[in-house]
């Protein structure tokens, strides 16, 4: 079970400590979870409108290392006259009155005259916030409105120090090709068994995502349930119902196209949350670390002889600093013209240093008369989030011209 060191259910009909906004009550209605839920009544509006659904100050983080607040959210919107709209329509939570986090829940248009339910599982990761007393603010906010009635249902609003599990992870994009990264979680972390579960849902945790195309998903065995960065308000869906509650969980898929001309590295946090009916019951937290093709420039330049009978040398530095939990590297060369007929010696070398060269972490090297394209292996457990130098030497002698790509490839995990 996670280690809850909030819960505010409202279940013993109180405020728990929250000050209700001016157009919010306590709601018996049982909307979500249990009997009581927070509702805010919100206005149709022609322009950009926000209404205050509740604050509460004063909540202790100064124990807690890893805090992620957790809650479910219920929009319920009506319009007898035409389609209703709620452009931009988002919770957003505010800590200590001035930090915004905005998770937009629909965009647009319903699709019919009538009632419509937007339901969701909202994860915010508010590990910058850790050790200190912090102030937590829900605000309904709207770009565009046109609807008859709107309300808000807040419920289960959990702050928990970590998930149940938690792993780290990493991709690296060193070309323009979708990359698929899963992470299998162990058996006995997965295991479901003894946990009655009915519905699971996943959440991005550090919006915005950092890349305009990604994509994860939580695969079970029972099913599987998505988010994407393809509209605003896929980062978090609506819960799934599995066909019979899942026994284990399978695994997280993270599919990601990036365009060349990125390089730059981030993480992104994914929660993904097994509940019963509306209780959470085992949370898992996956950190994965993106770099974008992780070396800048993207690759060396090619390496060329142009005589004939010539012997050439010559090196080049890399600066680099990949992010993620672990990396390694290997030396790619590929003959782009000619072949290893032509060389009589020549070999291109890898050696990873320190930013001041004092720390030598290894080196790999490629003869070029051993094949028209090799990998070599690779230099394992170097330093992330370090500058390093990935120096490049190469030394030739051919009887033609040749044209060879030479490439760092590097592993993040």
């Known amino acids: 079970m996670p280690n809850i060191v909030q819960l505010w259910d409202f279940e013993d009909g109180t405020t728990q400590g929250w000050s209700l906004g001016g157009n919010t009550v306590l709601d018996g209605s049982g909307a979500l979870q249990g009997t009581y839920s927070l509702r805010c009544s919100f206005p149709s509006s022609t322009g950009a409108s926000s209404v205050s659904i509740a604050s509460i100050s004063n909540i202790d983080l100064t124990a807690v290392s890893k805090p992620i607040l957790i809650f479910l959210v219920k929009v319920v919107i009506t319009r007898t006259t035409a389609e209703p709209r709620w452009n931009g329509g988002s919770v957003i939570v505010r800590i200590n009155g001035t930090s915004d986090i905005r998770i937009i829940l629909h965009d647009g248009s319903f699709p019919s005259i009538g009632t419509h339910t937007v ?14 007393t912090i102030s937590i603010e829900l605000i309904e906010y709207q770009d565009l ?119 730059d590295g981030w993480s992104e946090k994914i929660v993904v949350i097994f509940l019963n009916g509306w209780n959470y019951q085992r949370i898992y937290m996956f950190n994965v670390f993106y770099t974008a093709n992780g070396v800048s420039p993207r690759y060396t330049n090619a390496v060329s002889t142009t005589t004939y009978g010539s012997s050439v040398t010559g090196s080049k530095d890399i600066n680099v600093k990949i ?91």
Not at 119 to 132: E, F, I, K, T, Y
Not at 204 to 217: C, I, N
């Open 323 to 413: 992010h993620g939990n672990k990396f390694s590297v290997a030396l790619k060369v590929k003959y782009l013209v000619g072949d290893p007929s032509v060389v009589s010696v020549g070999s291109v070398t890898l050696t990873v240093y320190s930013s001041d060269r004092t720390t030598n972490y290894g080196s790999v090297s490629v003869d070029l008369k051993a094949g028209s394209e090799q990998v070599t292996t690779y230099i394992t457990d170097l330093p992330t989030d370090t500058d390093l130098i990935f120096s490049i030497s190469w030394g030739i002698t051919a009887s033609a011209r040749i044209v060879l790509l030479i490439i760092p490839l590097i592993k993040v995990s």
């Open 145 to 263: 409105g046109y609807f008859s009635s709107g309300d808000m249902y807040i419920d289960n609003i959990i702050i928990v120090d970590g998930a149940d599990f938690e792993y780290n992870t990493g991709i690296v994009f060193n070309d323009n090709e979708d990359k698929t990264l899963e992470v299998s979680v162990p058996s006995a972390d997965g295991d479901l068994s003894g946990i009655t579960v009915d519905r699971f849902a996943i959440c991005l945790a550090t919006p915005d995502w950092k890349y305009s195309l990604m994509s994860a998903e939580a695969v079970t065995n029972q099913g599987s349930v998505k988010i994407d960065s393809t509209s605003n308000t896929s980062k978090h869906v609506n819960y799934t119902v599995p066909g019979t509650p899942p026994t284990s969980f399978q695994s997280l898929k993270i599919r990601v196209k990036l365009s060349v001309g990125a390089y």
């Open 119 to 132: 339901l969701r599982v909202v994860a915010v990761d508010l590990s910058q916030w850790a050790g200190q």
